[in-house]
Nanobody, 119 residues
Framework: QVHLVESGGGLVQAGGSVRLSCVAS????????MGWYRQTPGKQRELVAT???????NYADSVKGRFTISGDNAKNTVYLQMNSLKPEDTAVYYC?????????????WGQGTQVTVSS
């Protein structure tokens, strides 16, 4: 069974930095894409950043130039370095992974980690 475990969330002041990590485990043959999404109460979950094949990155316009996604496929891990944080970045951040396992290709979600940016 696949598990995605996030870490690194917390409380930070505006202008500060936080680094999120997500480790995938559980019979993984191949990682196609890993990424981060975020959600605030009453709003839909939105894309933050993704990385495909450990190389190709994609960012939401709202985080370009401030956030950096990176991956280590050997460790089944994806990171999100968040700099110059703003109060509007406050959200629960979810790790997402498009993986191939013995069960085939599926998408998985982590449990989420809270990031709170104070003004």
């Amino acid at each position: 069974q696949v598990h995605l475990v996030e870490s690194g969330g917390g409380l930070v002041q505006a202008g500060g930095s936080v680094r999120l990590s997500c480790v995938a485990s559980g019979g993984i043959f191949k990682i196609n894409t890993m990424g981060w999404y975020r959600q605030t109460p009453g709003k839909q979950r939105e894309l933050v950043a993704t990385i495909s094949s450990g190389v190709t990155t994609n960012y939401a316009d709202s985080v370009k130039g401030r956030f950096t996604i990176s991956g280590d496929n050997a460790k089944n891990t994806v990171y999100l370095q968040m700099n110059s944080l703003k109060p509007e970045d406050t959200a629960v951040y979810y790790c997402n992974a498009d993986l191939i396992t013995v069960r085939g290709r599926n998408t998985y979600w982590g449990q989420g980690t809270q990031v709170t940016v104070s003004s």
